[in-house]
């Protein structure tokens, strides 16, 4: 490829990719210019975060890979991770990465090319043929070019996964906050008339925290609001979300899960936050008052479902305070 094409091709592939936010809309996006730029069967973007990955790909490679359980044991992944250099074989069966290519594919010439940010490799990209002694230098180095385009746009690519998780997140507690509910609520709906499926949600008031705060102070305030989030999650399952409604206020939305299971949920969370003991005086401790509310069967709306929630929720609130 000459230097007119390259410069040519780099600034097609910036203004196709560079004008999506979201890694997977930008690897998917390259994925399928690569192809188009160099001459190979397949491609694939091996995405890295912390122990993580995650695989991007189209064509041949997400067919027949994808069952394939990436991880960085994986010998060109590893060698790479370790040594930050590329890897180019035309010849696999007599390469050392031989024993590292799954059974139910067939390549003779592979490419792997590593995307650094910041000096660290935190992707991969994999280019591949049935082809012996498919791919050149000039191929290796205009790959090398691509992944340095990639690194860029995928820096502002992970400022806005930045932004956006700020957006939505509860930053003292890292719950998902009151206009993410809002959202999330309007889609559990959806879904579940679509399946005909139902959904729970408990909304959580803190007992006496205004009391704590004030004898403690706001550091203190803020300290137990963490601690009584985290101790939510540990009594949620995996597809349960926490939400901060606002204040000493949480909202924990439970998919597929009936009234009966909500209540059954709810008196756990309250015996968990009892058994935290945290007391303001000695006639006065934290203590957690739940409301529950169900979709189809409380309210058919995002609004009327925390309505029924939250009156629930002082309900029970108003019944410890005249049983003290």
Known sequence: MKNREITSSLLLLHRKVSKYLKKQEVFRKLVRIIRSLVRCDDCAIIFIEGKDISVVADGIFKKEMSSTEWS?????VRYILKTGKSIITGDIAKSKFKPCLPVNRSINSLLYVPVKINGKVSGIIQIDSRKKNAFTEDDLNFTRLISSELSSILERSILYSKVEELSIKDQLTGCFNYRSL??????????????KKNFSVIMMDIDNFKKYNDTFGHQK?????????????QKCRKSDILYRYGGDEFVLLLPETSGEGAGICAGRIEKTIDSMNRKIDKNTKITISTGTASFPEDASSPVYLMRVADKAMYGNKLNKKNAA
């Open 72 to 76: 960085q044991s994986i010998k060109p």
């Open 182 to 195: 809002y959202f999330d609520l309007k889609k559990e709906i959806e879904r579940c008339r679509r399946y």
């Open 221 to 233: 305030g803020d300290k137990l609001l963490k601690k009584v989030a985290e101790a939510i999650r």
